[in-house]
C-alpha cells in the first residue's frame, strides 16, 4: 500500500492515481472541520455542491444551505463555513447543501475515485482507522488556497502520512509526501504557533475567527467519519453506518 | 520587496506575479546546475527550446545540442543533461541548443517576467546578489518533475529565500515560502543525506549518476549567473557583461 499527497486540486491531474484508491480530501480552514462538526451535530448528510447557484437551488428547495465564499458567509445561507454554526438544534437528521471557497471544490475533482473521505485534525484518527480498514492505497488532497499550496493541509497530509505509518507498513511515494511529514513533524510541538505566520491563519485572524481556528486545530475532537457516496452525490456519516 | 516560491510550473498561473519580478528559475537536478557549468567552462549562450524536434532543428543549423528526456541523453544531441559532460574544450565560445524534461519547459512558462536568472545550489550566492542587485520582487520557479512538486527544487528555493534574507529585508508571501524555508533549514545540516530518499535522486542513483549528485550539491562553486535575454531567446552569462 502507498501513501502520497497532492498539495493542490490544480496538480491531481498529474498524478496516475490507481482508481482503487482512497482520497483523503482535506480543507482544514475550514470545510472539512466544518463538515466533521455537522455531523457530529447529527446532520443527516452534506450535499458538496461547486456553485454558490446550485446551493442556492438546494435552498429554493427547501434544503438547509451552508455556502462561503472568501471566508464570509453568502447572504442568502443558512449558514457560512465555521463549525460552530452547525448546531444540533439546527441540523440534527437535516441535508445540508454545502459550498466552500476550496473544498467542496476539491472533492469535485477527485470524483471518479474509488472511495472518498473528508479529513481533518478533528477526525484525525478516524480517519486513520477508516484508511487501513479500506485496505487501499492512500491519497491525500490538500484543496489549498485557489489552487496554491497551503501550510496547514499539507501539514494534515503529513499528520495522516504519521499516524498511517505507526499503523500499518505504507509506502511514500513522491517527494510531497516526504516534505509533508517533515513539515509535520517540527509542527505538531506546538501546531498553532507553527501556523501563526501562514496566510490563511491571517485571513481568519482578521476576519475575528480565531476561535475557529482553535476549533479546526483540535485533534481527534470528531466522530465523524464523512465519506462521499458516488449515488447520491452526498457525503454521509459512515461512522454511523459500519 | 517580495519573496515567493511557486512549487510547479502547473501552479505559475495562479499566482498574480507582478511584471517587474526577477523570477528565479531552478532546476537542481540537473538543468539548471548544468546550465551554469556549461558557462563556467566558457559557453557563449544557452538557447532553451521546448521541445526534442526544436534542439535538434538548431543542430542541424551547424549549433551545439544537449538534449535530455527522463535522464537520458537524445540520441542525435552532443550532449545530455550532466554538468560533466559540457567542459571548456567542448563549449567555449559556442552557442548551445538545450532542452531538458523539466528545466527548459519552466522557463518558457515564466518568459513574461521582466528579469529571468537560472539558480542553482552551485551559484547560489550569484544569484544571491544579483537579486538584491535587481532590487525587484522575488519569484522562485520550481521546474519540479512533470509538474509535480520535488523536493529538491523546493529546498534551493528555501536556500535562497534565507541567503535573501540575510542581505535584505524581503517579505515572504504564500505558504509555499515558509515550507520552503522550514525544509531548507531542517536539510541543510546534511543536504545530501535529507535528499537520499527523494525521488529524483533515486531515478539519478539507479541511472549511476550519483557523481552528478555531488556536483549539483555543492553550494557556490559556480560563478555563472544565465540571465534570459527576451530579445534574442537566448541565456547569457551576465557575470561576464556586468
Not at 472518498?116 to 489549498?144: E, P, S
Not at 501563526?196 to 479546526?216: A, M, P, Q, V, W
Request: net charge negative.
Amino acid at each position: 500500500m502507498t501513501i502520497d499527497i497532492c498539495l493542490s486540486p490544480a496538480l491531481y491531474s498529474f498524478y496516475d492515481t490507481d482508481p482503487q484508491t482512497t482520497v483523503v480530501i482535506v480543507d482544514v480552514f475550514r470545510a472539512s472541520t466544518t463538515i466533521c462538526a455537522a455531523m457530529d451535530a447529527g446532520a443527516k448528510a452534506i450535499i458538496p455542491v461547486k456553485s454558490v447557484d446550485e446551493a442556492q437551488e438546494y435552498k429554493a428547495k427547501g434544503l438547509l444551505a451552508g455556502a462561503e465564499r472568501n471566508v464570509a458567509r453568502c447572504d442568502f445561507a443558512d449558514f457560512g463555513n465555521s463549525p460552530y454554526e452547525y448546531t444540533a438544534d439546527r441540523v440534527q437528521g437535516k441535508e445540508i447543501a454545502f459550498t466552500t471557497t476550496n473544498g467542496t471544490q476539491a472533492l469535485k475533482i477527485a470524483e471518479n475515485a474509488d472511495t472518498i473521505v473528508i479529513g481533518a485534525f478533528t477526525n484525525l484518527k478516524v480517519v486513520t482507522d477508516y484508511c487501513v480498514h479500506k485496505n487501499q492505497n492512500v491519497m491525500v488532497l490538500c484543496a489549498g488556497w485557489n489552487n496554491k499550496v497551503n501550510l496547514e493541509d499539507t501539514l494534515f497530509g503529513g499528520a495522516l502520512i504519521e499516524s498511517l505509518l505507526l499503523e500499518k507498513d505504507f509506502t511514500l511515494t513522491g517527494d510531497a509526501s516526504l516534505m509533508a511529514l517533515s513539515l509535520w513533524q517540527e509542527a505538531k510541538v506546538d501546531l498553532k504557533s507553527y501556523l501563526s505566520t501562514s496566510e490563511h491563519f491571517d485571513r481568519l485572524i482578521k476576519h475575528g475567527l480565531e476561535k475557529d481556528i482553535d476549533f479546526c486545530l483540535k485533534m481527534n475532537g470528531s466522530d465523524a467519519l464523512p465519506v462521499y457516496e458516488k449515488t447520491t452525490q452526498k457525503l454521509l456519516n459512515y461512522n454511523l453506518l459500519l
